[in-house]
């Protein structure tokens, strides 16, 4: 089985900074994406930025400039860089990698268990 731990989260003022971590256990061949979701209460789960394998970045608009989305493969891990936080960043949020565990294998989405963020004086 693969399992991902998010860490990181916090209580922080706004524009302050955090850096989340995420990291995979088990049995895994590769990661082809790795990325960040966030949920705020009420509201529906949203992709926040994301990695291929590849090297290529998205990231929704209400993050672009502040965040910075990184992998390091050797480590199963993936990071966000949060900078200039706002409290409309506040939220819980997820990491997912899209994992194949096998050379032959299909891939399959798994989630972290999530991380507070809290923004506010």
């Known amino acids: 089985q693969v399992q991902l731990v998010e860490s990181g989260g916090g209580l922080v003022q706004p524009g302050g900074s955090l850096r989340l971590s995420c990291v995979a256990s088990?049995?895994?061949?590769?990661?082809?994406?790795m990325s960040w979701y966030r949920q705020a209460p009420g509201k529906e789960r949203e992709l926040v930025a994301f990695?291929?394998?590849?090297?290529?970045?998205t990231y929704s608009d209400s993050v672009k400039g502040r965040f910075t989305i990184s992998r390091d493969d050797a480590r199963k891990s993936a990071y966000l860089q949060m900078n200039s936080l706002k409290p409309e960043d506040t939220a819980v949020y997820y990491c997912?990698?899209?994992?194949?565990?096998?050379?032959?294998?299909?891939?399959?989405?798994?989630w972290g268990q999530g991380t507070q963020v809290t923004v506010s004086s």
């Open positions: 997912k990698y899209n994992v194949r565990r096998t050379l032959l294998g299909v891939t399959r989405d798994y």
């Open positions: 088990g049995s895994i061949f590769s990661i082809e994406t």
């Open positions: 990695i291929t394998n590849t090297g290529r970045i």
